[in-house]
């Protein structure tokens, strides 16, 4: 099986290449130096030849996609459509990640898969739209939804925590946001199992399971770190105003996966123990 990865140069991708790699898979990744995805004609053959294409390209600067929608819709809904078109074109199938900032964040219990949309920042309507383009786009798709993602190739909350916290020896996080802490080694990991497993085209939810707040996983990566995590200190979202809405509950469910015979990924604190010394090393 031959896939394709756009975004191979981000957290999420540079994961995903290697465990390709590693099962034994061919894949050539791609980043936005070799390949414009919101160039149509740029992107026309790019899918040809490969069986399997995923796309974890994304504008994701949430606060600077308030201020810079239209250049977040290209990339998170413009590219997604051509992406699209060029997997329906090629015979191959599209594998989309998105958010859980489709959502309103109102919740009380986990948002189901086919839950009501409901984005309240541009991030999220621009998400949303790339939902909507690669449903409309392509038939055989598959588009999951992560939320909380960290790992050892990039910038991520964990990492960054456990710096602040030893430079200062304390630290405010808020405790009023929900949500499950998800590792990119395991999305790519489910990424693998959903196509392994041929997976009806639809709407799947790549999260940890259990769920804590900011305030939570921050005490967590600070103990991992060696600290002491009291000197976590609690915080509302009140005192830490942003120009993008955070959702307070982003705690996605997992049915669709459990409806297929696809196990979820484990419980957040488990996996955050098992990525933590090579996240923090990163």
């Known amino acids: 099986m031959r896939w394709l990865v756009t975004g191979a140069l981000g957290m999420l991708g540079t994961d995903l290449m290697g465990m390709l790699a590693d099962r034994g898979h061919e894949a050539v990744g791609i980043d936005r130096e070799d390949v414009d995805i919101t160039d149509a004609r740029a992107t026309a053959d790019i899918a040809r030849g490969f069986d399997v294409l995923v796309n974890c390209a994304a504008f994701t600067a949430v606060d600077p996609a308030e201020e810079n929608e239209g250049t977040a819709f290209a990339v998170n809904a413009v590219g997604p459509a051509n992406l699209a078109a060029a997997a329906r074109s090629a015979g191959a199938r599209l594998v989309q990640i998105s958010t859980d900032y489709v959502f309103d964040g109102e919740a009380r219990t986990p948002y189901a898969e086919d839950a009501p949309i409901a984005p309240r920042s541009a991030y999220g ?17 598959l588009v999951v939804r992560t939320a909380w993602l960290y790992g050892a190739h990039g910038p991520c909350f964990p990492r960054t925590i456990a710096r602040v916290a030893a430079e200062k020896g304390g630290l405010d996080v808020v405790a009023d946001q929900v949500g499950q802490p998800t590792w990119t080694v395991d999305l790519s990991d489910l990424i693998l199992r959903l196509v392994a497993a041929e997976a009806p085209a639809g709407t799947y939810h790549g999260t940890s399971s259990g769920q804590t707040s900011w305030h939570g996983f921050a005490q967590a990566a600070v103990l991992a770190a060696g600290l002491d995590p009291q000197i976590v200190r609690t915080t509302t979202s009140e005192a830490f105003v942003r120009p993008a809405p955070r959702p307070s509950y982003s705690v996605l469910g997992h049915e669709s996966l459990r409806s297929i015979g696809v196990e979820p990924i484990g419980d957040w604190r488990s996996r955050w123990e098992q990525a933590a010394p090579t996240v923090l090393a990163g």
Do not use: L
Not at 127 to 135: D, S
């Open 125 to 141: 309507r621009t998400k949303a739209a790339g939902e909507w383009a690669v449903r409309a786009g392509t038939p055989d798709h």
